[in-house]
Protein backbone atom coordinates (compact mmCIF):
# COMPACT_ATOMS: atom_id res chain seq x y z
CA UNK A 1 0.00 0.00 0.00
CA UNK A 2 1.25 3.68 -0.88
CA UNK A 3 2.30 6.16 1.85
CA UNK A 4 0.74 9.49 1.28
CA UNK A 5 3.20 12.54 1.30
CA UNK A 6 2.37 14.35 4.75
CA UNK A 7 0.01 17.02 4.13
CA UNK A 8 -1.61 15.50 1.56
CA UNK A 9 -5.84 15.01 1.83
CA UNK A 10 -7.48 12.41 0.82
CA UNK A 11 -10.59 13.07 -1.91
CA UNK A 12 -12.76 11.99 0.79
CA UNK A 13 -10.77 14.38 3.74
CA UNK A 14 -10.90 17.09 0.88
CA UNK A 15 -14.35 16.99 0.29
CA UNK A 16 -15.17 17.08 3.83
CA UNK A 17 -12.82 19.99 4.28
CA UNK A 18 -14.26 22.44 1.61
CA UNK A 19 -17.81 23.31 1.40
CA UNK A 20 -20.08 23.17 -1.30
CA UNK A 21 -20.46 26.40 -3.30
CA UNK A 22 -24.28 27.50 -3.69
CA UNK A 23 -25.84 29.01 -6.56
CA UNK A 24 -27.32 32.18 -5.73
CA UNK A 25 -31.13 32.57 -6.75
CA UNK A 26 -31.22 35.24 -9.09
CA UNK A 27 -32.40 38.48 -7.11
CA UNK A 28 -36.07 39.80 -8.14
CA UNK A 29 -35.11 42.89 -10.02
CA UNK A 30 -32.52 40.61 -12.39
CA UNK A 31 -35.34 38.17 -13.30
CA UNK A 32 -37.76 40.70 -14.07
CA UNK A 33 -35.19 42.82 -16.35
CA UNK A 34 -34.45 39.13 -18.34
CA UNK A 35 -38.61 38.47 -18.24
CA UNK A 36 -39.25 41.85 -19.49
CA UNK A 37 -38.72 42.07 -22.92
CA UNK A 38 -38.76 44.48 -25.89
CA UNK A 39 -40.44 43.28 -28.96
CA UNK A 40 -40.37 45.04 -32.25
CA UNK A 41 -43.74 45.26 -34.07
CA UNK A 42 -45.03 46.84 -37.38
CA UNK A 43 -48.46 48.91 -38.00
CA UNK A 44 -50.07 46.98 -41.10
CA UNK A 45 -53.96 47.70 -42.32
CA UNK A 46 -56.82 45.98 -41.65
CA UNK A 47 -57.43 45.29 -45.46
CA UNK A 48 -54.96 46.11 -48.80
CA UNK A 49 -55.36 45.21 -52.12
CA UNK A 50 -54.18 45.90 -55.24
CA UNK A 51 -56.82 46.95 -58.18
CA UNK A 52 -56.13 45.50 -61.63
CA UNK A 53 -57.47 46.55 -65.13
CA UNK A 54 -60.05 43.75 -66.01
CA UNK A 55 -60.25 44.71 -69.45
CA UNK A 56 -57.91 46.74 -71.90
CA UNK A 57 -59.02 49.91 -72.47
CA UNK A 58 -57.82 53.81 -71.82
CA UNK A 59 -58.14 55.28 -68.75
CA UNK A 60 -60.05 58.55 -68.73
CA UNK A 61 -60.30 59.18 -65.01
CA UNK A 62 -58.63 58.59 -61.73
CA UNK A 63 -61.01 60.62 -59.11
CA UNK A 64 -59.17 59.61 -56.55
CA UNK A 65 -55.21 60.35 -56.56
CA UNK A 66 -52.37 59.01 -54.22
CA UNK A 67 -52.65 59.38 -50.66
CA UNK A 68 -56.87 60.25 -50.88
CA UNK A 69 -58.97 58.84 -48.90
CA UNK A 70 -62.46 57.01 -50.37
CA UNK A 71 -65.63 55.64 -49.51
CA UNK A 72 -66.79 51.63 -50.80
CA UNK A 73 -68.87 52.07 -53.63
CA UNK A 74 -67.04 55.16 -55.15
CA UNK A 75 -65.18 55.02 -58.25
CA UNK A 76 -61.57 54.67 -58.59
CA UNK A 77 -60.35 54.73 -62.22
CA UNK A 78 -63.03 55.03 -65.06
CA UNK A 79 -61.93 53.58 -68.58
CA UNK A 80 -62.77 54.83 -71.88
CA UNK A 81 -65.34 52.26 -73.12
CA UNK A 82 -66.79 54.01 -76.35
CA UNK A 83 -65.26 51.34 -78.26
CA UNK A 84 -67.48 48.62 -75.58
CA UNK A 85 -70.74 50.77 -75.92
CA UNK A 86 -70.31 50.63 -80.06
CA UNK A 87 -70.46 47.21 -80.17
CA UNK A 88 -73.64 47.35 -76.86
CA UNK A 89 -75.58 48.91 -79.46
CA UNK A 90 -74.63 46.67 -82.08
CA UNK A 91 -75.55 43.65 -79.73
CA UNK A 92 -78.67 44.90 -79.08
CA UNK A 93 -79.78 45.98 -82.31
CA UNK A 94 -78.69 42.22 -83.33
CA UNK A 95 -81.13 41.01 -80.64
CA UNK A 96 -83.75 43.73 -81.92
CA UNK A 97 -83.79 41.73 -85.38
CA UNK A 98 -83.80 38.50 -84.17
CA UNK A 99 -86.93 38.92 -81.80
CA UNK A 100 -88.85 40.39 -85.02
CA UNK A 101 -87.70 37.40 -87.59
CA UNK A 102 -88.96 35.40 -84.32
CA UNK A 103 -92.29 36.42 -84.05
CA UNK A 104 -92.83 36.89 -87.75
CA UNK A 105 -92.16 33.20 -88.19
CA UNK A 106 -94.39 31.95 -85.05
CA UNK A 107 -97.43 33.89 -87.15
CA UNK A 108 -96.81 31.82 -89.85
CA UNK A 109 -96.28 28.93 -87.65
CA UNK A 110 -99.64 29.19 -86.64
CA UNK A 111 -100.54 29.58 -90.25
CA UNK A 112 -98.86 25.95 -90.74
CA UNK A 113 -96.14 28.35 -93.25
CA UNK A 114 -93.23 27.41 -91.60
CA UNK A 115 -91.27 24.27 -91.10
CA UNK A 116 -90.43 23.61 -87.43
CA UNK A 117 -86.67 23.60 -88.22
CA UNK A 118 -86.64 26.81 -89.29
CA UNK A 119 -88.85 28.38 -86.46
CA UNK A 120 -86.68 26.57 -83.71
CA UNK A 121 -83.29 28.21 -85.69
CA UNK A 122 -85.14 31.65 -85.40
CA UNK A 123 -85.30 31.08 -82.11
CA UNK A 124 -82.04 30.02 -81.17
CA UNK A 125 -80.70 33.56 -82.91
CA UNK A 126 -82.82 35.32 -80.08
CA UNK A 127 -81.00 33.53 -77.73
CA UNK A 128 -78.07 34.13 -79.32
CA UNK A 129 -78.26 37.64 -79.04
CA UNK A 130 -79.37 37.94 -75.74
CA UNK A 131 -76.28 36.43 -74.61
CA UNK A 132 -74.28 38.78 -77.10
CA UNK A 133 -75.91 41.31 -75.50
CA UNK A 134 -75.63 40.02 -72.18
CA UNK A 135 -71.35 39.82 -72.57
CA UNK A 136 -70.97 43.36 -73.99
CA UNK A 137 -72.75 44.84 -71.03
CA UNK A 138 -70.70 42.79 -68.59
CA UNK A 139 -67.92 44.15 -70.63
CA UNK A 140 -69.53 48.22 -70.07
CA UNK A 141 -69.48 47.17 -66.15
CA UNK A 142 -65.82 46.57 -65.91
CA UNK A 143 -64.79 50.44 -67.51
CA UNK A 144 -65.55 51.78 -63.89
CA UNK A 145 -63.62 50.21 -60.87
CA UNK A 146 -65.36 51.07 -57.76
CA UNK A 147 -63.93 50.33 -54.16
CA UNK A 148 -64.70 47.50 -52.39
CA UNK A 149 -64.13 49.01 -49.40
CA UNK A 150 -63.30 52.38 -47.52
CA UNK A 151 -60.02 53.25 -47.19
CA UNK A 152 -56.82 55.30 -48.95
CA UNK A 153 -54.94 54.73 -52.14
CA UNK A 154 -51.72 53.67 -50.95
CA UNK A 155 -49.71 53.93 -54.59
CA UNK A 156 -51.18 54.94 -57.66
CA UNK A 157 -49.79 52.73 -60.75
CA UNK A 158 -51.30 54.25 -63.67
CA UNK A 159 -51.75 57.52 -65.24
CA UNK A 160 -54.80 59.28 -67.11
CA UNK A 161 -54.67 58.93 -70.89
CA UNK A 162 -52.71 55.39 -70.12
CA UNK A 163 -53.66 52.75 -72.17
CA UNK A 164 -53.84 49.25 -69.93
CA UNK A 165 -54.02 45.79 -70.74
CA UNK A 166 -56.35 43.55 -68.43
CA UNK A 167 -54.57 41.87 -65.19
CA UNK A 168 -52.47 45.21 -65.36
CA UNK A 169 -52.34 46.72 -61.95
CA UNK A 170 -54.03 50.23 -61.47
CA UNK A 171 -53.71 51.11 -57.66
CA UNK A 172 -52.63 49.90 -54.28
CA UNK A 173 -55.72 50.49 -51.94
CA UNK A 174 -55.75 49.76 -48.11
CA UNK A 175 -58.30 50.45 -45.20
CA UNK A 176 -56.63 52.13 -42.29
CA UNK A 177 -59.94 52.60 -40.50
CA UNK A 178 -58.23 49.89 -37.85
CA UNK A 179 -54.10 49.48 -37.88
CA UNK A 180 -52.66 46.26 -36.18
CA UNK A 181 -49.66 45.21 -34.92
CA UNK A 182 -47.69 41.84 -36.27
CA UNK A 183 -45.10 41.11 -33.32
CA UNK A 184 -43.57 37.61 -32.08
CA UNK A 185 -43.38 36.25 -28.99
CA UNK A 186 -42.13 33.04 -26.99
CA UNK A 187 -44.83 30.07 -27.01
CA UNK A 188 -44.96 29.62 -23.28
CA UNK A 189 -46.29 33.13 -23.18
CA UNK A 190 -49.36 31.39 -24.16
CA UNK A 191 -50.32 30.73 -20.77
CA UNK A 192 -51.03 33.78 -19.62
CA UNK A 193 -51.21 36.08 -23.02
CA UNK A 194 -54.75 35.85 -24.31
CA UNK A 195 -56.66 38.10 -27.09
CA UNK A 196 -57.87 40.97 -25.16
CA UNK A 197 -54.64 41.51 -23.34
CA UNK A 198 -54.25 45.38 -22.82
CA UNK A 199 -50.79 46.48 -23.65
CA UNK A 200 -48.76 49.75 -24.57
CA UNK A 201 -46.71 49.79 -27.52
CA UNK A 202 -44.47 53.19 -28.62
CA UNK A 203 -44.02 53.90 -32.49
CA UNK A 204 -40.70 54.94 -33.48
CA UNK A 205 -41.63 57.91 -35.80
CA UNK A 206 -43.89 59.48 -33.53
CA UNK A 207 -41.91 59.10 -30.60
CA UNK A 208 -45.13 58.38 -28.81
CA UNK A 209 -47.06 55.50 -26.87
CA UNK A 210 -50.59 53.80 -27.84
CA UNK A 211 -52.88 51.64 -26.22
CA UNK A 212 -53.33 48.41 -28.21
CA UNK A 213 -54.98 45.10 -27.29
CA UNK A 214 -54.16 41.40 -28.51
CA UNK A 215 -57.03 40.24 -31.25
CA UNK A 216 -55.74 37.11 -32.59
CA UNK A 217 -53.05 34.54 -31.29
CA UNK A 218 -51.67 32.75 -34.64
CA UNK A 219 -52.83 28.46 -35.32
CA UNK A 220 -48.83 27.55 -35.37
CA UNK A 221 -46.13 27.18 -33.12
CA UNK A 222 -42.58 27.32 -34.52
CA UNK A 223 -40.85 24.65 -33.26
CA UNK A 224 -37.65 25.56 -33.95
CA UNK A 225 -37.92 29.19 -32.49
CA UNK A 226 -40.41 28.20 -30.32
CA UNK A 227 -42.14 30.99 -30.75
CA UNK A 228 -46.16 32.51 -32.53
CA UNK A 229 -47.13 35.22 -34.53
CA UNK A 230 -49.66 37.28 -32.57
CA UNK A 231 -52.04 40.59 -34.17
CA UNK A 232 -53.08 43.06 -32.34
CA UNK A 233 -55.05 46.20 -32.93
CA UNK A 234 -54.35 49.81 -32.07
CA UNK A 235 -57.12 51.10 -29.37
CA UNK A 236 -58.57 54.26 -30.11
CA UNK A 237 -58.04 56.69 -33.37
CA UNK A 238 -54.78 58.29 -34.29
CA UNK A 239 -54.68 60.63 -37.19
CA UNK A 240 -50.40 60.30 -36.64
CA UNK A 241 -50.45 56.65 -37.09
CA UNK A 242 -49.82 55.55 -40.83
CA UNK A 243 -49.94 51.83 -42.16
CA UNK A 244 -45.94 51.08 -42.50
CA UNK A 245 -44.70 52.31 -39.17
CA UNK A 246 -43.07 50.21 -36.86
CA UNK A 247 -42.13 50.66 -32.78
CA UNK A 248 -41.59 48.55 -29.50
CA UNK A 249 -43.82 46.48 -27.40
CA UNK A 250 -43.37 45.90 -23.97
CA UNK A 251 -44.69 42.94 -22.09
CA UNK A 252 -43.78 41.93 -18.83
CA UNK A 253 -44.87 38.00 -17.84
CA UNK A 254 -46.58 37.45 -14.62
CA UNK A 255 -44.59 36.92 -11.82
CA UNK A 256 -43.82 33.19 -11.65
CA UNK A 257 -44.31 32.73 -15.36
Not at 37 to 49: D, F, H, K, N, V
Not at 166 to 180: C, K, R, Y
Not at 237 to 253: E, N
Request: aromatic share 6%.
Amino acid sequence: MLALAPGFMTCAALAQAVPPIRAEATPPVARAALDRQEIRAQLAPRRYTTIAAEIGAKISRIPVTEGGSFRAGQTLVALDCSLQQAQLQKARAALAAAEHVFGANKRLNDLHSIGKVELEMSEAEVAKAKAEVASNTAVISKCTVAAPFSGRVAEQKVREQQYVQPGQPLLEILDDSVLQLEFIVPSRWLIWLKPGYAFQVRIDETGKTYPAKVQRIGARVDPVSQSIKLTAAIDGKFPDLIAGMSGRVTLTPPSGQ
